[in-house]
Each structure stands twice: as C-alpha cells, then as structure tokens.
C-alpha cells in the first residue's frame, strides 16, 4: 500500500505566476486534507474534501486559491498570481472513512515546496 | 475556540536523557488528541493518539496520557536516541474534520 504523494516536490516560482500540486491519496481513502506549514509554525488547514465535495474552506484560502478533487480521487490545489507570502509546504493528508470508534487520524505526504521569488 | 499550545524549543538533550514535551489545548467537548512526528526530510507521521480521558498512548518508547481534568497531553520517553532528533506536534481532532497543531518542538539528541 502506497502513502500519499504529492508532485512536484518542489516549486520555484516567479511572483504573480499560477502553480498548482497535485495529491493521490491512499486509495480507499475517502478525505482529503490540504494543509499549509510555514517555517516553525505547526500545519494550518486550508480545505478539506470527502470524496468529490469540497466541504471546509479555511479563511486562510483566499481567492486566489482553487481546490479541486474531481472524481474523488486525486486533487489539486492551484494558486494565481502568487505572492511571496505564499512560499510554505503546502501538506496534503487523507483519512479512511469515519467509522465508531476511529480516531480518524490523517497521514500525511512528503508535501510541496513552494518559493516565489 | 480550539487550540493547542507546545512547549517552545528547540530542545537539546544527551543521549538516554528523560524526555517531556507539554502540550496543552483549548477545545469544548472530547477532542480526540495526537502526536506527529516529522523526521528531517520527510512528512509528518503519527507517533501516538488517545481518544478519551485517562487513555495513554504509546509508540516506540514514547507515551502521552489524556489529562482531561488539566486539558494536558504530555510526551514523554525515558532515554532518548539520537534517532529521536525530530520536530514534534502535538495536534487535536474535534468532532468534524478539522485537525488543530501546536507549532512544534524541534528536539535534538546528542550522543
């Protein structure tokens, strides 16, 4: 069983490009987390989808932000005209469906790196 | 609101030193609570996870027990190997979806 990947690994960026990463989550796994994680601060969730359906939206996830997870599966996470300010690891995590008495812990991929110059 | 505070580091202990990370949190209800952990060069990985008060988790040496009457979830292990050095998050899961995470402790284990 494979973990969750995310491509690319790293991103370098010119200020006011569009990047977008994608995420395969485990398989079977129906939630899917897009986190982001600054230098010495802790993941800050951004959206979280269960199966196709975008359900939370984080304040954090400005306009300039677009989350897709079309068919359930993979998703993307692209941001538009990107600004030094969004240099983070941009995670992304997924979680077997709920079930009684699962904690519903996430696992987590290797995240993307972005720096916008 | 929910939250979650660490123990500021870094931390830097010898070898089979006593290790304690404190974790607090701030949340309504029974959250559900975790330790990540984050291996230089690689993504977060749970380390342990308890569900209700009183319960202790354990995983490779560390432990953490629910301390509901303190809103606590202390890490703890009894020697520390260099293969310890690591950032550590202490994070919650309310009913919902979302994960709260404290900011991390880098710790770091001389020989």
């Known amino acids: 069983d494979t973990g969750v990947s995310q491509d690319p690994r790293h991103k370098i960026t010119k200020r006011g490009q569009n990047v977008t990463f994608r995420c395969d989550p485990i398989s079977e796994h129906n939630r899917l987390y897009w986190y982001r994680q600054t230098l010495g601060q802790g993941p800050e969730f951004l959206t979280y989808?269960?199966?196709?359906?975008?359900?939370?939206k984080s304040r954090l996830l400005s306009d300039r932000f677009s989350a897709e997870r079309p068919k359930g599966s993979f998703s993307t996470l692209e941001i538009q005209r990107t600004e030094q300010g969004d240099s983070a690891m941009y995670l992304c995590?997924?979680?077997?469906?709920?079930?009684?008495?699962?904690?519903?812990?996430?696992?987590f991929g290797e995240g993307s790196r972005l720096t916008v110059l | 609101g929910n939250s979650v505070t660490q123990m500021e580091g870094p931390v830097t202990l010898s070898e089979e030193a006593f290790l304690t990370i404190n974790c607090t949190y701030t949340a309504t209800g029974y959250p559900s609570l975790f330790w990540y952990v984050q291996y230089p060069g690689e993504g977060l990985q749970l380390l342990l996870k308890a569900t209700k008060a009183d319960d202790k988790g354990s995983n490779k040496g560390f432990e953490a027990t629910y301390r509901k009457e303190t809103t606590s979830f202390h890490l703890e292990k009894g020697s520390v190997q260099v293969s310890d050095s690591a950032v550590y998050f202490c994070a919650l899961r309310k009913a919902g979806n979302q994960f709260y995470f404290g900011t991390g402790t880098s710790l770091t284990v001389i020989p």
């Open positions: 995590a997924s979680s077997p469906p709920f079930r009684q008495g699962a904690t519903g812990e996430l696992f």
């Open positions: 989808f269960q199966n196709e359906a975008q359900l939370e």
